[in-house]
């Protein structure tokens, strides 16, 4: 066994990747993403001893997040940025650790491992080897620490877009820290940390709806809007991601530079927002879901910018290193890295600019539009027109269709279920997982698009909204007692921060597929489909069925 990783839905067997991962991952990548979490756990620890004596450090939260952003599944590659991460983290780690001791003088304790660690950075790989998800023998206790971690990292996500436009929350960060240092505790039992991995739910939902007010109030609520697919004569840049902050401060830098800026994958909800609509340069959608990179970005000629996850590996022979870009969390071997901002400054965009007008126009991949924008607050100024449809049998079913894309065959279940449903169904969908059915022809009921988009997977909290309005105008005291159902699709941490939502909110019988998470272990995973009826798709015509019986 040369590394053992279990994040993602891709993972090994659905076991763990044991010799490199399916997603690319190197071993020695892997060692140090593990040692970054063990560092990360270290700095939580004295944070919330400090906490405890009334010191709360804000920043260090954002430390915290970023670090484990960098950690998620596909983000970042590059090793140097890695070591970079937990050198910083543990020299962060030791300042506070000195902070406490001279607080609490004489009442000082020996520490745990996590905090009187040292090493250096020529050996940062071989520490990390010892300190992986392994390192907790415990089968049933090592899956429920893990999944609370990977919702964390979900949280941390979404936190961190939410801090760079400025708004923040000190319950959701303390949480992060406290949550992180829980996995470190020896005393909590099972039953302890079940209840944990409920309340990191619970933070998931504060966090999206965090996230949901910073992108609303900063560039207005997202509008249903008809994005064109096809390419201009100009130059282009194409944005991939999630980060918003991003994409506004390239559309302002780029603006009159004779380069059109298209949006990729989950940048796609960026065309929906009433901010982003007055650039006459911000031309419209290019390619499809994540892991269709690879040709979508071949294709497009000019370069790319990486704002997030998820980054696919470059093959050996490809064509658009030279034009490839990354900022914030992300990190690739010999891509152009941008910088983080300088306070009140903007992040330099310049060198994209400058490349993109070297480079030929894109070429185009298809004609035709998407049409979506639905936030919650657009869904329910129609709920009178939604709430008589169902009641005059017009709809007989909502699905949330939310979620990950991913390059498993098995998931064509999702176009398949989506192309056979009844004609009175409507699809509640956000993140990638939408590219499986968004450009089918599947129409309207008196209206209402049979497909309504969200936006991004952190925008499943309007779905969970509208949902929870729908009841109260049913007059229903169980949102379970709704016609929806969930057939949701996941990859990565974000889609587990979700799913710990959902949970916390009360949402039962939630289908998942291709595969329900590895990491979950039989006891664990018993305990959530008995409490739950979380279920595994099966194969769409048998879903379906059961959707409507």
Same mark, same amino acid.
């Given at each position: 066994?040369?590394?053992?990783?279990?994040?993602?839905?891709?993972?090994?067997?659905?076991?763990?990747?044991?010799?490199?991962?399916?997603?690319?991952?190197?071993?020695?990548?892997?060692?140090?993403?593990?040692?970054?979490?063990?560092?990360?756990?270290?700095?939580?620890?004295?944070?919330?001893?400090?906490?405890?004596?009334?010191?709360?450090?804000?920043?260090?939260?954002?430390?915290?997040?970023?670090?484990?952003?960098?950690?998620?599944?596909?983000?970042?590659?590059?090793?140097?940025?890695?070591?970079?991460?937990?050198?910083?983290?543990?020299?962060?780690?030791?300042?506070?650790?000195?902070?406490?001791?001279?607080?609490?003088?004489?009442?000082?304790?020996?520490?745990?491992?996590?905090?009187?660690?040292?090493?250096?950075?020529?050996?940062?790989?071989?520490?990390?080897?010892?300190?992986?998800?392994?390192?907790?023998?415990?089968?049933?206790?090592?899956?429920?620490?893990?999944?609370?971690?990977?919702?964390?990292?979900?949280?941390?996500?979404?936190?961190?877009?939410?801090?760079?436009?400025?708004?923040?929350?000190?319950?959701?960060?303390?949480?992060?820290?406290?949550?992180?240092?829980?996995?470190?505790?020896?005393?909590?039992?099972?039953?302890?940390?079940?209840?944990?991995?409920?309340?990191?739910?619970?933070?998931?939902?504060?966090?999206?709806?965090?996230?949901?007010?910073?992108?609303?109030?900063?560039?207005?609520?997202?509008?249903?809007?008809?994005?064109?697919?096809?390419?201009?004569?100009?130059?282009?840049?194409?944005?991939?991601?999630?980060?918003?902050?991003?994409?506004?401060?390239?559309?302002?830098?780029?603006?009159?530079?004779?380069?059109?800026?298209?949006?990729?994958?989950?940048?796609?909800?960026?065309?929906?927002?009433?901010?982003?609509?007055?650039?006459?340069?911000?031309?419209?959608?290019?390619?499809?879901?994540?892991?269709?990179?690879?040709?979508?970005?071949?294709?497009?000629?000019?370069?790319?910018?990486?704002?997030?996850?998820?980054?696919?590996?470059?093959?050996?022979?490809?064509?658009?290193?030279?034009?490839?870009?990354?900022?914030?969390?992300?990190?690739?071997?010999?891509?152009?890295?941008?910088?983080?901002?300088?306070?009140?400054?903007?992040?330099?965009?310049?060198?994209?600019?400058?490349?993109?007008?070297?480079?030929?126009?894109?070429?185009?991949?298809?004609?035709?539009?998407?049409?979506?924008?639905?936030?919650?607050?657009?869904?329910?100024?129609?709920?009178?027109?939604?709430?008589?449809?169902?009641?005059?049998?017009?709809?007989?079913?909502?699905?949330?269709?939310?979620?990950?894309?991913?390059?498993?065959?098995?998931?064509?279940?999702?176009?398949?279920?989506?192309?056979? +449903?009844?004609?009175? =169904?409507?699809? !509640?969908?956000?993140?990638?997982?939408?590219?499986?059915?968004? #450009? %089918? *022809? /599947?129409?309207?009921?008196?209206?209402?698009?049979?497909?309504?988009?969200?936006?991004?997977?952190?925008?499943?909290?309007? +779905?969970?909204?509208? =949902?929870?309005? !729908?009841?109260?105008?049913?007059?229903?005291?169980?949102?379970? #007692? %709704? *016609? /929806?159902?969930?057939?949701?699709?996941?990859?990565?941490?974000?889609?587990?921060?979700?799913?710990?939502?959902?949970?916390? +909110?009360?949402?039962?019988?939630?289908?998942?597929?291709?595969?329900?998470?590895?990491?979950?272990?039989?006891?664990?995973?018993?305990?959530?489909?008995?409490?739950?009826?979380?279920?595994?798709?099966?194969?769409?015509?048998?879903?379906?069925?059961?959707?409507?019986?």
């Amino acid at each position: 066994m040369s590394m053992f990783c279990y994040q993602c839905q891709e993972t090994s067997r659905n076991i763990g990747c044991t010799m490199r991962g399916v997603c690319g991952k190197s071993p020695e990548l892997c060692h140090l993403l593990d040692l970054s979490i063990h560092a990360m756990k270290g700095l939580a620890y004295v944070s919330v001893q400090l906490l405890k004596k009334g010191v709360y450090y804000p920043e260090d939260a954002l430390v915290m997040m970023g670090g484990l952003f960098r950690t998620i599944t596909n983000a970042n590659w590059d090793e140097a940025q890695i070591i970079e991460t937990i050198t910083n983290v543990l020299a962060l780690r030791d300042k506070r650790k000195a902070e406490l001791c001279n607080i609490m003088g004489e009442e000082c304790k020996t520490c745990p491992e996590v905090v009187t660690f040292t090493v250096k950075p020529e050996d940062y790989e071989e520490f990390g080897k010892q300190v992986g998800v392994l390192a907790t023998e415990n089968e049933d206790i090592r899956s429920l620490r893990e999944t609370i971690i990977y919702g964390i990292k979900g949280i941390s996500a979404y936190g961190e877009h939410a801090w760079m436009l400025g708004f923040t929350s000190d319950e959701v960060n303390k949480f992060v820290m406290e949550g992180i240092a829980a996995t470190i505790d020896e005393s909590l039992s099972a039953e302890q940390l079940t209840g944990l991995v409920i309340k990191t739910g619970e933070y998931a939902v504060k966090v999206m709806e965090l996230l949901d007010r910073a992108n609303t109030e900063t560039y207005g609520v997202p509008e249903p809007t008809v994005v064109q697919l096809g390419v201009s004569k100009n130059p282009g840049i194409l944005v991939s991601g999630h980060d918003l902050k991003d994409f506004e401060e390239l559309l302002q830098q780029s603006e009159g530079q004779g380069v059109d800026i298209y949006t990729h994958s989950e940048m796609l909800p960026a065309n929906y927002y009433p901010a982003f609509k007055k650039f006459k340069h911000f031309h419209g959608n290019y390619g499809s879901s994540w892991w269709h990179q690879l040709e979508d970005f071949e294709n497009f000629n000019g370069p790319i910018l990486m704002t997030t996850n998820c980054i696919v590996p470059l093959r050996k022979e490809n064509t658009y290193l030279d034009r490839f870009f990354t900022t914030g969390m992300t990190g690739y071997p010999g891509a152009i890295h941008i910088p983080e901002r300088q306070p009140g400054k903007q992040k330099d965009f310049s060198a994209i600019i400058a490349k993109a007008k070297t480079c030929q126009p894109p070429k185009e991949l298809e004609n035709g539009t998407i049409t979506g924008g639905f936030n919650y607050r657009t869904v329910l100024s129609i709920a009178d027109k939604v709430v008589e449809a169902v009641k005059s049998g017009a709809i007989k079913r909502f699905v949330v269709m939310a979620g990950c894309d991913g390059r498993m065959p098995s998931r064509k279940y999702f176009t398949e279920v989506a192309e056979k +449903l009844p004609k009175d =169904a409507v699809i !509640l969908t956000a993140g990638c997982a939408k590219y499986r059915y968004i #450009k %089918l *022809p /599947l129409g309207d009921i008196g209206g209402i698009p049979r497909v309504l988009d969200a936006g991004q997977c952190n925008d499943s909290y309007s +779905l969970a909204v509208i =949902a929870l309005k !729908l009841k109260e105008a049913f007059g229903l005291e169980d949102v379970n #007692k %709704l *016609p /929806l159902s969930f057939d949701i699709a996941w990859y990565e941490q974000k889609a587990v921060a979700v799913l710990l939502a959902l949970l916390y +909110l009360g949402f039962k019988n939630i289908q998942i597929g291709p595969t329900l998470p590895g990491f979950l272990s039989p006891n664990v995973a018993k305990v959530i489909v008995d409490a739950f009826g979380l279920k595994q798709t099966t194969d769409a015509d048998s879903d379906i069925a059961a959707m409507f019986a």
